[in-house]
């Protein structure tokens, strides 16, 4: 299986029950069976949290954060590479700074970014996506 960086979009919709759901799940299952880790950027690992905070509390914030540490996850500080990276994606489009480390990642990586977030099509030619629906 291809390396691949998981959105923060990706785990909200996980975690939300939403539509691309099922889809999160099957790739949470693959990388536990096949024993290989997901990757994610701090930032949207961050951004996870802080949207779960705003939406119920910290108290459940709290508890997404114990959950994704059982995933099959690496969350990936961001280094020099990648923050000029980002940089670079953010100063030529219009993207949140935040989503700019994903894709950031996943061009250092060579990897496959996970996401449904229809912001990232800007960059699509740059990067290889797997969409979710």
């Not at 949140?96 to 996943?106: I, R, T, V």
Request: aromatic share 8%; net charge negative.
């Amino acid at each position: 299986m291809a390396t691949k960086v998981l959105d923060s979009w990706a785990l909200v919709a996980f975690f939300e029950d939403e539509p691309a759901a099922e889809a999160v799940e099957k790739i949470l299952a693959q990388a536990t069976s096949e024993r290989h880790k997901l990757l994610m950027s701090v930032v949207n690992w961050g951004e996870v949290c802080y949207n779960t905070m705003r939406e119920v509390s910290q108290e459940a914030a709290g508890q997404k954060v114990r959950e994704m540490a059982t995933m099959p996850i690496e969350i990936v500080p961001a280094d020099l590479q990648q923050t000029h990276q980002a940089a670079i994606f953010k100063a030529a489009r219009k993207m949140s700074y935040a989503d700019c480390f994903g894709a950031a990642l996943a061009k250092i990586r060579n990897a496959e970014f996970v996401t449904g977030d229809p912001e990232f099509k800007e960059i699509g030619k740059e990067i290889k996506i797997h969409w979710l629906k």
